[in-house]
């Protein structure tokens, strides 16, 4: 059983939002960007900030200009690399002998062999 003060169905803060109360939201102007797709994206930017040149399109993932003529093309993905891709930008085959000869003698030793 429930005590006698609660009122139910409420919690505290859960009274309606009153922004203009509050503070003054600033000042804003739409942007719209278009896709590949002709799809238009309405983007509400600050009045005083530059717009971003592209946008992600929310409907087709694809990136969208401010030139409905004109759309960016399809971004080109990077292309899956492997571990050893990434070991392979960093490390010269010098350095890559000497790591393996290093960890090939470490293993030996805890292998007790020579």
């Not at 717009?51 to 993905?77: E, I, K, S, V």
């Not at 000869?101 to 805890?110: C, I, P, T």
Request: hydrophobic fraction near 30%; proline fraction near 13%; charged fraction near 30%.
């Amino acid at each position: 059983m429930t005590s006698g003060n609660v009122i139910r169905g409420s919690r505290v803060g859960s009274g309606p939002e009153r922004f203009g109360e509050r503070h003054v939201p600033a000042p804003r102007r739409p942007v719209s960007y278009w896709c590949r797709n002709d799809h238009r994206v309405d983007v509400p930017i600050a009045a005083d900030a530059a717009p971003p040149t592209l946008w992600d399109c929310p409907r087709c993932g694809l990136p969208a200009g401010q030139d409905p003529a004109d759309p960016p093309g399809r971004a080109r993905p990077e292309p899956y690399k492997t571990h050893l891709a990434y070991v392979k930008e960093r490390r010269t085959p010098e350095q890559g002998e000497a790591l393996l000869a290093e960890a090939l003698a470490a293993l030996r030793r805890r292998r007790g062999g020579s």
